[in-house]
């Protein structure tokens, strides 16, 4: 496809998105940023036309009976309902060092990681940031409860966490569908795990027929952290989840963990990069699939470890049972390694 095409079919989307969201001037937002196509390596098996084609608008914030759509009701658990992109509903009994409040975010590296997670930013500025005090362990979970409805909609959301010097935090995500409509969820996480901390972020994906997911998660740990990911993806039309993860402390431990089952004619994208950028360091992806129809599943990892990340144990795994002659799975586990002394 010619770079003329490229660029109109950009435009034409970008104005849709201005119209029906009322943004600012999105072709200046994403200067430089193109939608990815296949040739781009890490986008070899995804395909973004189903997404750039469109012309998405918002949805609706106020939905009836929210608290119906919950798919997992944790007893004691800190609820958060949002819907359509908007906060719908926050528990008020907060745990003593839980801090939950709205951020209007000013514009940074995060915002140029590509042209997905710029639009996210232009198009809804202020994140939900959830936060543990130092020295705090958070015993109740956080459930954040995504409800998405609405022919054609899209719904921009974006969550901060940050783990204070040894605290813990758990933080739920579920993203599901109050119909069969159309819809494209967009959403960014980012993580600031301080030293001696923990934090673990489960999320669960069932946005159902004509549901479009992409995930774009940062994280970043002090020393002697440990963030946890796991991603469970249920059903979706086509679903992409991209990690960056890096390791910025001594004794760090970074786990990335995925589950998905598609069926039909599903398409589930696990992308991953992890950073070793110290000594004595541990990264651990486990990634398992199960490949239903003419479904398709795809693994895309790579760890790098800088040459000073002497003495770092990286794993990575990614396993898949391919149920019938029709379905696809694509994986391509990668380490780039600069250290002489490496697991």
Request: glycine letters at 6%.
């Amino acid at each position: 496809m010619s770079v003329a095409i490229l660029d109109e079919k950009k435009e034409k989307f970008l104005q849709a998105l201005e119209a029906n969201f009322g943004a600012p001037d999105l072709l200046s937002v994403t200067e430089g940023l193109e939608f990815p196509t296949r040739r781009a390596e890490k986008w070899k098996y995804t395909r973004v036309n189903a997404i750039s084609k469109e012309a998405w608008q918002m949805g609706a914030g106020v939905i009836d009976d929210v608290e119906s759509y919950n798919p997992f009701p944790v007893r004691d658990a800190v609820s958060i309902y949002v819907v359509n992109g908007q906060v719908a509903y926050i528990s008020e009994d907060l745990p003593e060092g839980l801090t939950i409040e709205s951020e209007h975010d000013e514009e940074g590296a995060l915002t140029r990681k590509n042209i997905f997670t710029a639009l996210n930013y232009a198009l809804n500025p202020v994140s939900l940031k959830i936060s543990a005090a130092k020295n705090q362990i958070i015993d109740k979970p956080v459930h954040i409860i995504f409800v998405n409805s609405g022919e054609m909609t899209s719904a921009q959301t974006r969550v901060k966490l940050v783990a204070e010097q040894s605290s813990f935090l758990h933080v739920m995500e579920s993203f599901v569908s109050a119909d069969s409509a159309k819809k494209w969820v967009s959403h960014v996480n980012e993580s600031d795990v301080q030293a001696n901390a923990k934090l673990t972020i489960s999320k669960w994906q069932a946005l159902g027929e004509n549901g479009y997911m992409m995930t774009h998660e940062f994280s970043q740990q002090g020393a002697d952290a440990t963030y946890t990911s796991n991603v469970v993806t249920k059903n979706g039309t086509w679903t992409r989840n991209d990690s960056w993860s890096d390791l910025n402390g001594k004794n760090g431990e970074c786990n990335l963990n995925g589950i998905y089952q598609p069926t039909g004619k599903e398409h589930v994208d696990n992308t991953t990069t992890v950073d070793h950028k110290v000594p004595h360091c541990e990264s651990n992806e486990l990634y398992k699939g199960v490949i239903y129809d003419a479904s398709t599943g795809v693994f895309n990892g790579k760890v790098y470890v800088r040459p000073d990340a002497q003495l770092t144990n990286a794993f990575q795994q990614n396993s898949n049972i391919v149920m019938t002659e029709n379905g696809t799975m694509n994986s391509k586990p990668e380490l780039e390694i600069y250290a002489d002394d490496v697991k």
